[in-house]
Protein backbone atom coordinates (compact mmCIF):
# COMPACT_ATOMS: atom_id res chain seq x y z
CA UNK A 1 0.00 0.00 0.00
CA UNK A 2 1.66 3.11 -0.66
CA UNK A 3 0.81 6.99 0.31
CA UNK A 4 -1.13 8.07 -2.60
CA UNK A 5 -3.74 5.34 -1.44
CA UNK A 6 -4.14 6.56 1.74
CA UNK A 7 -7.58 8.16 2.60
CA UNK A 8 -6.01 11.89 3.04
CA UNK A 9 -7.60 12.13 6.10
CA UNK A 10 -5.12 9.62 7.98
CA UNK A 11 -2.37 11.29 6.34
CA UNK A 12 -2.38 14.01 8.75
CA UNK A 13 -1.03 11.50 11.73
CA UNK A 14 -3.87 11.19 13.33
CA UNK A 15 -3.71 7.98 14.50
CA UNK A 16 -1.62 8.56 17.34
CA UNK A 17 -0.16 5.22 19.52
CA UNK A 18 -0.01 7.74 22.86
CA UNK A 19 0.54 5.61 26.00
CA UNK A 20 -3.40 6.02 26.91
CA UNK A 21 -4.40 4.27 23.16
CA UNK A 22 -1.94 1.41 23.85
CA UNK A 23 -0.42 -0.79 26.75
CA UNK A 24 2.45 0.81 27.21
CA UNK A 25 5.09 -1.79 28.63
CA UNK A 26 3.47 -3.30 31.46
CA UNK A 27 4.31 -6.96 31.71
CA UNK A 28 0.77 -8.57 30.06
CA UNK A 29 -0.06 -10.39 33.06
CA UNK A 30 -0.79 -7.21 35.23
CA UNK A 31 -3.12 -6.06 32.49
CA UNK A 32 -6.30 -6.85 34.10
CA UNK A 33 -9.57 -7.46 31.22
CA UNK A 34 -10.79 -4.39 32.05
CA UNK A 35 -7.91 -2.09 31.26
CA UNK A 36 -7.77 -3.47 28.34
CA UNK A 37 -11.31 -2.53 27.31
CA UNK A 38 -10.47 0.36 28.67
CA UNK A 39 -7.20 0.91 26.10
CA UNK A 40 -9.82 -0.72 23.10
CA UNK A 41 -12.50 1.99 23.65
CA UNK A 42 -10.03 5.06 23.61
CA UNK A 43 -8.70 3.40 20.28
CA UNK A 44 -12.02 3.11 18.57
CA UNK A 45 -12.76 6.96 20.39
CA UNK A 46 -9.75 7.33 18.37
CA UNK A 47 -10.41 5.77 14.54
CA UNK A 48 -14.49 7.35 15.12
CA UNK A 49 -12.42 10.76 15.40
CA UNK A 50 -10.68 10.11 11.92
CA UNK A 51 -14.07 9.43 10.47
CA UNK A 52 -15.43 12.17 11.70
CA UNK A 53 -13.16 14.65 10.57
CA UNK A 54 -13.77 13.38 6.72
CA UNK A 55 -17.21 14.20 7.74
CA UNK A 56 -17.49 16.97 10.18
CA UNK A 57 -21.40 17.59 9.88
CA UNK A 58 -21.97 14.03 11.00
CA UNK A 59 -20.11 14.47 13.93
CA UNK A 60 -21.29 17.45 14.93
CA UNK A 61 -24.43 15.85 14.68
CA UNK A 62 -23.72 12.99 17.18
CA UNK A 63 -23.23 15.58 20.00
CA UNK A 64 -19.84 14.85 20.70
CA UNK A 65 -19.32 17.74 24.22
CA UNK A 66 -15.41 17.64 22.90
CA UNK A 67 -16.46 19.44 19.37
CA UNK A 68 -19.38 21.36 20.66
CA UNK A 69 -18.45 22.42 24.22
CA UNK A 70 -15.35 25.01 24.56
CA UNK A 71 -13.26 23.61 27.31
CA UNK A 72 -11.38 24.75 29.92
CA UNK A 73 -8.06 25.39 28.55
CA UNK A 74 -10.00 27.70 25.86
CA UNK A 75 -11.59 29.93 28.40
CA UNK A 76 -9.18 30.48 31.44
CA UNK A 77 -6.13 31.90 31.65
CA UNK A 78 -2.95 29.43 31.34
CA UNK A 79 0.13 29.28 33.84
CA UNK A 80 3.24 31.72 33.57
CA UNK A 81 6.30 31.23 31.94
CA UNK A 82 9.14 29.52 34.14
CA UNK A 83 6.09 28.24 36.72
CA UNK A 84 8.27 24.62 35.89
CA UNK A 85 12.02 25.73 35.36
CA UNK A 86 13.11 22.55 34.21
CA UNK A 87 10.06 21.51 31.56
CA UNK A 88 8.68 18.16 32.11
CA UNK A 89 6.60 15.67 30.04
CA UNK A 90 2.47 16.42 30.56
CA UNK A 91 0.99 14.29 33.36
CA UNK A 92 -0.80 12.38 30.50
CA UNK A 93 2.33 10.68 29.68
CA UNK A 94 3.08 9.66 32.81
CA UNK A 95 3.36 5.64 31.84
CA UNK A 96 5.90 6.71 29.33
CA UNK A 97 8.92 5.75 31.81
CA UNK A 98 11.89 3.45 32.05
CA UNK A 99 11.26 -0.10 33.86
CA UNK A 100 13.65 -2.60 35.41
CA UNK A 101 12.04 -6.10 33.99
CA UNK A 102 10.36 -8.33 36.38
CA UNK A 103 11.78 -11.24 34.47
CA UNK A 104 15.58 -9.93 36.01
CA UNK A 105 16.86 -10.79 39.03
CA UNK A 106 16.58 -6.99 40.95
CA UNK A 107 20.18 -6.21 42.43
CA UNK A 108 20.31 -2.93 44.05
CA UNK A 109 22.75 -0.65 42.61
CA UNK A 110 23.77 -3.58 39.84
CA UNK A 111 20.96 -3.68 37.09
CA UNK A 112 19.02 -2.51 34.14
CA UNK A 113 16.30 -0.16 33.39
CA UNK A 114 14.79 -0.45 30.29
CA UNK A 115 14.06 2.36 27.42
CA UNK A 116 10.23 2.71 26.69
CA UNK A 117 10.70 1.91 22.79
CA UNK A 118 6.93 0.86 22.53
CA UNK A 119 6.12 4.62 23.05
CA UNK A 120 9.29 7.09 20.66
CA UNK A 121 8.86 8.49 18.04
CA UNK A 122 11.63 9.01 15.46
CA UNK A 123 15.43 8.28 16.33
CA UNK A 124 16.44 10.54 19.61
CA UNK A 125 16.05 9.05 23.09
CA UNK A 126 14.93 11.98 25.49
CA UNK A 127 17.69 11.86 28.00
CA UNK A 128 15.09 10.97 30.98
CA UNK A 129 14.48 7.78 28.98
CA UNK A 130 17.78 6.62 28.05
CA UNK A 131 18.40 2.89 29.50
CA UNK A 132 20.57 2.61 32.05
CA UNK A 133 22.81 0.09 32.81
CA UNK A 134 25.04 -0.18 36.30
CA UNK A 135 27.69 -2.28 37.49
CA UNK A 136 27.54 -0.40 40.98
CA UNK A 137 24.71 2.32 40.80
CA UNK A 138 25.38 5.37 39.54
CA UNK A 139 27.04 8.71 40.86
CA UNK A 140 25.95 12.89 40.77
CA UNK A 141 29.97 14.09 40.01
CA UNK A 142 30.59 17.28 41.03
CA UNK A 143 32.44 18.36 37.68
CA UNK A 144 34.52 20.67 39.81
CA UNK A 145 36.80 17.99 41.05
CA UNK A 146 36.48 15.39 38.29
CA UNK A 147 39.48 14.94 36.55
CA UNK A 148 40.99 13.02 33.01
CA UNK A 149 44.55 11.45 32.75
CA UNK A 150 45.83 10.35 30.07
CA UNK A 151 48.98 7.97 29.98
CA UNK A 152 50.91 5.04 28.45
CA UNK A 153 51.08 1.69 29.59
CA UNK A 154 55.27 1.74 29.86
CA UNK A 155 57.66 5.23 29.49
CA UNK A 156 57.17 7.06 26.17
CA UNK A 157 54.21 5.57 24.93
CA UNK A 158 52.78 8.95 25.05
CA UNK A 159 55.21 11.80 25.91
CA UNK A 160 53.74 13.94 28.22
CA UNK A 161 51.04 12.17 30.47
CA UNK A 162 48.33 15.10 30.59
CA UNK A 163 45.65 15.98 33.30
CA UNK A 164 42.27 17.92 32.17
CA UNK A 165 40.19 19.02 34.49
CA UNK A 166 36.04 19.59 32.96
CA UNK A 167 37.07 23.35 32.10
CA UNK A 168 40.32 22.57 30.27
CA UNK A 169 38.45 19.67 28.09
CA UNK A 170 35.76 21.99 27.07
CA UNK A 171 37.80 24.85 26.20
CA UNK A 172 38.49 22.31 23.20
CA UNK A 173 37.32 21.93 19.95
CA UNK A 174 34.19 19.16 20.04
CA UNK A 175 31.69 17.80 17.77
CA UNK A 176 28.36 16.97 18.10
CA UNK A 177 27.13 13.91 16.85
CA UNK A 178 24.11 10.87 16.53
CA UNK A 179 24.76 7.46 17.90
CA UNK A 180 23.24 4.73 19.22
CA UNK A 181 24.21 2.54 22.29
CA UNK A 182 22.86 -0.75 22.94
CA UNK A 183 24.36 -2.91 25.89
CA UNK A 184 25.84 -6.36 24.22
CA UNK A 185 23.18 -8.08 26.64
CA UNK A 186 20.28 -6.57 24.85
CA UNK A 187 17.59 -9.36 23.59
CA UNK A 188 19.53 -11.54 25.60
CA UNK A 189 16.62 -13.48 27.25
CA UNK A 190 15.66 -14.33 23.89
CA UNK A 191 18.27 -16.61 23.22
CA UNK A 192 16.17 -18.96 25.89
CA UNK A 193 13.14 -18.19 24.31
CA UNK A 194 11.46 -16.73 27.32
CA UNK A 195 9.82 -14.50 25.34
CA UNK A 196 9.34 -11.71 27.85
CA UNK A 197 6.51 -9.43 26.70
CA UNK A 198 6.81 -6.03 25.52
CA UNK A 199 9.56 -4.49 23.16
CA UNK A 200 10.61 -2.29 26.16
CA UNK A 201 12.17 -5.73 27.99
CA UNK A 202 13.22 -7.36 24.57
CA UNK A 203 15.31 -4.41 22.91
CA UNK A 204 15.12 -1.65 25.54
CA UNK A 205 18.71 -1.34 26.20
CA UNK A 206 18.79 0.44 23.55
CA UNK A 207 18.98 4.44 23.00
CA UNK A 208 20.07 7.27 20.76
CA UNK A 209 21.34 10.58 21.32
CA UNK A 210 23.14 13.58 20.43
CA UNK A 211 26.08 13.11 22.16
CA UNK A 212 28.74 15.92 22.18
CA UNK A 213 32.39 15.63 22.89
CA UNK A 214 36.46 16.21 22.08
CA UNK A 215 37.63 13.53 19.49
CA UNK A 216 39.43 11.28 21.61
CA UNK A 217 42.34 11.49 18.71
CA UNK A 218 43.19 14.82 19.72
CA UNK A 219 43.54 14.27 23.30
CA UNK A 220 46.15 11.65 22.74
CA UNK A 221 48.32 13.88 19.93
CA UNK A 222 48.18 16.52 22.83
CA UNK A 223 49.59 13.83 24.99
CA UNK A 224 52.03 13.13 22.05
CA UNK A 225 50.93 9.25 21.90
CA UNK A 226 53.11 6.96 20.07
CA UNK A 227 51.00 5.50 17.50
CA UNK A 228 53.91 3.43 16.30
CA UNK A 229 53.87 1.36 19.48
CA UNK A 230 50.52 2.38 20.82
CA UNK A 231 47.67 -0.11 19.35
CA UNK A 232 44.77 0.02 21.91
CA UNK A 233 43.83 1.92 24.68
CA UNK A 234 42.43 1.34 28.19
CA UNK A 235 39.58 3.19 29.66
CA UNK A 236 38.47 3.49 32.93
CA UNK A 237 35.35 4.47 34.81
CA UNK A 238 35.11 7.03 38.29
CA UNK A 239 32.59 4.85 39.46
CA UNK A 240 33.17 1.56 42.38
CA UNK A 241 32.59 -0.60 39.84
CA UNK A 242 36.55 -1.09 38.32
CA UNK A 243 34.83 -0.56 34.77
CA UNK A 244 38.25 -1.09 32.57
CA UNK A 245 37.27 -1.86 28.31
CA UNK A 246 40.03 -1.96 25.90
CA UNK A 247 39.80 -0.01 22.71
CA UNK A 248 41.55 -1.10 19.40
CA UNK A 249 43.47 2.28 18.45
CA UNK A 250 41.90 2.18 14.79
CA UNK A 251 38.82 2.84 16.02
CA UNK A 252 40.19 5.91 17.69
CA UNK A 253 41.96 7.08 14.81
CA UNK A 254 38.67 7.08 12.84
CA UNK A 255 38.22 10.45 14.94
CA UNK A 256 34.45 8.66 15.67
CA UNK A 257 35.75 8.04 19.40
CA UNK A 258 34.63 10.60 21.55
CA UNK A 259 35.72 11.81 25.19
CA UNK A 260 31.85 13.27 25.84
CA UNK A 261 30.39 15.82 28.24
CA UNK A 262 26.72 16.35 26.01
CA UNK A 263 24.02 14.59 25.49
CA UNK A 264 21.00 16.00 23.41
CA UNK A 265 22.29 19.73 23.86
CA UNK A 266 22.66 19.73 27.38
CA UNK A 267 25.56 17.99 29.13
CA UNK A 268 25.27 14.35 30.32
CA UNK A 269 22.64 13.08 32.77
CA UNK A 270 24.05 11.61 35.94
CA UNK A 271 23.04 8.16 35.57
CA UNK A 272 24.39 8.20 31.69
CA UNK A 273 27.90 8.90 33.11
CA UNK A 274 27.96 12.54 34.27
CA UNK A 275 30.62 15.25 33.64
CA UNK A 276 32.16 12.51 31.22
CA UNK A 277 31.83 9.23 29.11
CA UNK A 278 33.48 8.43 26.32
CA UNK A 279 31.62 7.32 23.44
CA UNK A 280 32.22 4.39 20.93
CA UNK A 281 30.41 4.34 17.99
CA UNK A 282 28.61 1.02 16.71
CA UNK A 283 30.80 -0.48 19.52
CA UNK A 284 28.69 -2.52 22.55
CA UNK A 285 27.50 -0.32 25.60
CA UNK A 286 29.98 -1.47 28.37
CA UNK A 287 32.84 -0.06 25.88
CA UNK A 288 30.97 3.20 26.81
CA UNK A 289 32.91 3.99 29.75
CA UNK A 290 30.68 6.28 32.44
CA UNK A 291 32.35 8.57 34.88
CA UNK A 292 35.46 8.29 32.48
CA UNK A 293 38.42 9.45 34.16
CA UNK A 294 41.18 7.81 32.68
CA UNK A 295 42.36 6.40 29.10
CA UNK A 296 45.79 4.40 29.18
CA UNK A 297 47.90 3.95 25.62
CA UNK A 298 49.16 0.31 25.48
CA UNK A 299 50.51 -2.31 23.00
CA UNK A 300 48.20 -4.97 23.79
CA UNK A 301 44.73 -5.30 24.79
CA UNK A 302 44.37 -5.31 28.87
CA UNK A 303 42.12 -8.48 29.21
CA UNK A 304 40.12 -6.68 31.76
CA UNK A 305 37.49 -8.21 33.68
CA UNK A 306 34.76 -6.90 31.99
CA UNK A 307 36.25 -8.48 28.26
CA UNK A 308 37.99 -11.64 29.77
CA UNK A 309 35.30 -12.88 31.45
CA UNK A 310 32.15 -11.04 31.21
CA UNK A 311 30.64 -9.86 27.93
CA UNK A 312 32.00 -13.40 26.44
CA UNK A 313 29.82 -15.01 23.91
CA UNK A 314 29.61 -18.80 24.55
CA UNK A 315 29.89 -20.76 21.15
CA UNK A 316 28.34 -24.09 20.32
CA UNK A 317 31.91 -26.02 20.49
CA UNK A 318 32.23 -24.44 24.39
CA UNK A 319 34.99 -22.36 23.88
CA UNK A 320 34.32 -18.40 24.85
CA UNK A 321 34.41 -15.48 22.13
CA UNK A 322 36.21 -12.56 23.62
CA UNK A 323 36.72 -9.11 22.21
CA UNK A 324 33.28 -8.99 20.07
CA UNK A 325 32.40 -6.12 20.30
CA UNK A 326 30.59 -4.66 17.59
CA UNK A 327 26.95 -4.51 17.35
CA UNK A 328 25.75 -5.93 14.32
CA UNK A 329 22.58 -5.23 11.98
CA UNK A 330 19.58 -5.09 14.01
CA UNK A 331 15.61 -4.00 13.60
CA UNK A 332 12.03 -4.57 15.56
CA UNK A 333 9.01 -3.14 15.04
CA UNK A 334 8.45 -1.14 17.77
CA UNK A 335 4.80 -0.08 17.26
CA UNK A 336 2.64 -2.02 17.17
CA UNK A 337 4.52 -4.69 19.60
CA UNK A 338 4.00 -7.13 22.11
CA UNK A 339 1.77 -6.25 25.24
CA UNK A 340 -0.19 -3.90 22.91
CA UNK A 341 -3.97 -4.58 21.55
CA UNK A 342 -4.90 -3.53 17.90
CA UNK A 343 -8.58 -2.19 18.87
CA UNK A 344 -10.16 -2.85 15.20
CA UNK A 345 -8.69 -3.97 11.85
CA UNK A 346 -7.75 -1.76 9.53
CA UNK A 347 -5.49 1.10 8.74
CA UNK A 348 -2.03 0.91 10.73
CA UNK A 349 1.22 2.95 10.16
CA UNK A 350 3.80 0.28 11.50
CA UNK A 351 6.99 1.52 12.73
CA UNK A 352 9.98 0.86 14.53
CA UNK A 353 13.64 0.87 14.97
CA UNK A 354 16.94 -0.12 12.24
CA UNK A 355 20.81 0.23 13.51
CA UNK A 356 24.09 -1.53 12.72
CA UNK A 357 27.48 -1.10 14.01
CA UNK A 358 29.33 -1.01 10.79
CA UNK A 359 27.67 2.07 9.41
CA UNK A 360 23.86 3.25 7.76
CA UNK A 361 20.77 1.18 7.09
CA UNK A 362 20.75 0.45 3.58
CA UNK A 363 16.85 -1.02 3.86
CA UNK A 364 14.25 -2.67 6.12
CA UNK A 365 11.64 -5.50 4.64
CA UNK A 366 8.74 -5.90 7.06
CA UNK A 367 6.73 -9.12 6.84
CA UNK A 368 2.90 -9.67 8.19
CA UNK A 369 3.24 -13.69 7.85
CA UNK A 370 6.06 -14.80 9.48
CA UNK A 371 9.21 -13.96 6.92
CA UNK A 372 7.30 -15.99 3.96
CA UNK A 373 6.41 -12.78 2.40
CA UNK A 374 9.03 -9.27 2.85
CA UNK A 375 7.60 -6.18 1.78
CA UNK A 376 10.16 -3.16 1.34
CA UNK A 377 9.69 -0.14 4.16
CA UNK A 378 10.29 3.44 3.91
CA UNK A 379 13.68 4.61 5.83
CA UNK A 380 12.80 7.94 7.47
CA UNK A 381 15.64 10.77 7.09
CA UNK A 382 17.97 11.42 8.66
CA UNK A 383 19.81 7.73 7.96
CA UNK A 384 22.63 8.18 9.76
CA UNK A 385 26.13 6.13 10.13
CA UNK A 386 25.81 4.10 13.45
CA UNK A 387 22.74 5.35 14.35
CA UNK A 388 19.20 4.62 14.64
CA UNK A 389 17.04 5.02 11.74
CA UNK A 390 13.17 4.72 11.84
CA UNK A 391 11.39 2.54 9.62
CA UNK A 392 7.46 2.40 8.46
CA UNK A 393 5.27 0.63 6.33
CA UNK A 394 1.47 1.09 6.01
CA UNK A 395 -0.85 -2.24 6.79
CA UNK A 396 -3.94 -2.44 6.48
CA UNK A 397 -5.05 -5.41 8.80
CA UNK A 398 -7.61 -7.80 7.85
CA UNK A 399 -8.26 -8.82 11.28
CA UNK A 400 -6.52 -12.42 10.94
CA UNK A 401 -3.94 -13.86 12.81
CA UNK A 402 -0.53 -12.34 11.87
CA UNK A 403 3.03 -12.48 12.62
CA UNK A 404 4.99 -9.04 12.25
CA UNK A 405 8.86 -9.24 11.72
CA UNK A 406 11.55 -6.81 10.16
CA UNK A 407 14.77 -7.69 8.45
CA UNK A 408 17.23 -4.90 8.17
CA UNK A 409 20.01 -4.67 5.80
CA UNK A 410 23.25 -2.60 6.25
CA UNK A 411 25.51 -1.01 3.98
CA UNK A 412 28.25 -3.59 4.16
CA UNK A 413 25.19 -5.91 2.59
CA UNK A 414 24.92 -7.69 5.96
CA UNK A 415 21.40 -8.82 6.47
CA UNK A 416 19.99 -9.86 9.94
CA UNK A 417 19.38 -13.22 10.71
CA UNK A 418 16.40 -15.68 11.77
CA UNK A 419 16.96 -17.06 14.86
CA UNK A 420 17.56 -20.58 12.88
CA UNK A 421 20.63 -18.87 11.21
CA UNK A 422 21.46 -16.97 14.44
CA UNK A 423 21.77 -20.26 16.19
CA UNK A 424 23.34 -21.91 13.17
CA UNK A 425 26.51 -20.15 13.97
CA UNK A 426 26.24 -19.16 17.75
CA UNK A 427 24.39 -22.09 19.47
CA UNK A 428 21.59 -21.79 21.98
CA UNK A 429 23.30 -20.87 25.45
CA UNK A 430 24.56 -17.64 24.54
CA UNK A 431 23.67 -14.17 26.38
CA UNK A 432 25.38 -11.36 24.32
CA UNK A 433 24.90 -10.00 20.62
CA UNK A 434 21.68 -11.38 19.81
CA UNK A 435 20.56 -9.65 16.34
CA UNK A 436 17.58 -12.27 15.69
CA UNK A 437 14.42 -10.97 13.87
CA UNK A 438 11.94 -10.67 16.51
CA UNK A 439 8.63 -11.73 15.82
CA UNK A 440 5.04 -10.29 17.37
CA UNK A 441 2.18 -12.61 17.07
CA UNK A 442 -0.95 -10.44 16.21
CA UNK A 443 -3.99 -12.77 17.29
CA UNK A 444 -7.39 -11.45 15.32
CA UNK A 445 -8.82 -10.29 19.15
CA UNK A 446 -6.03 -7.81 18.25
CA UNK A 447 -3.40 -8.82 21.30
CA UNK A 448 0.22 -8.97 20.68
CA UNK A 449 2.46 -10.74 21.81
CA UNK A 450 6.38 -12.10 21.59
CA UNK A 451 6.97 -15.45 19.73
CA UNK A 452 9.97 -17.56 17.78
CA UNK A 453 9.39 -18.61 14.89
CA UNK A 454 12.14 -20.97 13.10
N1 LIG B 1 31.96 3.36 34.70
C1 LIG B 1 30.99 2.59 34.19
N2 LIG B 1 30.76 2.65 32.87
C2 LIG B 1 29.80 1.88 32.32
C3 LIG B 1 29.03 1.00 33.10
C4 LIG B 1 29.27 0.97 34.50
O1 LIG B 1 28.62 0.26 35.26
N3 LIG B 1 30.27 1.78 35.00
N4 LIG B 1 28.09 0.20 32.49
C5 LIG B 1 28.35 -0.10 31.07
C6 LIG B 1 27.33 -0.84 30.40
S1 LIG B 1 27.31 -2.52 30.63
C7 LIG B 1 26.50 -0.24 29.48
S2 LIG B 1 25.41 -1.15 28.57
C8 LIG B 1 26.48 1.22 29.31
C9 LIG B 1 25.12 1.76 29.65
O2 LIG B 1 25.08 3.14 29.49
P1 LIG B 1 23.82 3.95 30.01
O3 LIG B 1 23.59 3.60 31.45
O4 LIG B 1 24.15 5.38 29.77
O5 LIG B 1 22.65 3.49 29.16
O6 LIG B 1 27.45 1.88 30.12
C10 LIG B 1 28.64 1.17 30.29
N5 LIG B 1 29.59 2.00 30.99
MO1 LIG C 1 25.92 -3.47 29.03
Redesign the pocket.
Known sequence: MDDSKIPSALLGGRIRRAPENFLDGAAIGEVSKGRRDVLRASFAAAIAGIAAATRPAAAASDGDPDILELPPWSTSLGLPVAAVPYGMPSKYERNLIRRQSPGLTQVAGSSVAFAPLQGSFGIITPSGL???????GWQDIDPKRHRFMINGSAPGMVKTPLVFTMDDLMRLPSVSRMYF?E?GANTGMEWGNVAVPTVQYTHG?L?CSEFTGVPLRLLLEMAGADLKRGKFVLAE???G?S?TRTIPIDLVMSGEVLVAYGQNGEMLRP???YPLRLVVPGVQ??S????LRRVELGDKPYAAKDEAVHYVDLMPDGTHRQYTSIQECKSVITTPSGGQTLVDKGFFNVSGLAWSGRGKIRKVDVSFDGGKSWQEAKLQAPVQSKCLTRFTLNWNWNGERAILQSRATDETGFVQPNYRQLRAVRGTRSIYHNNAIQSWLVEPSGEISNVQVA
Open positions: HFERHHQICMSGADSMENGGVWVKW
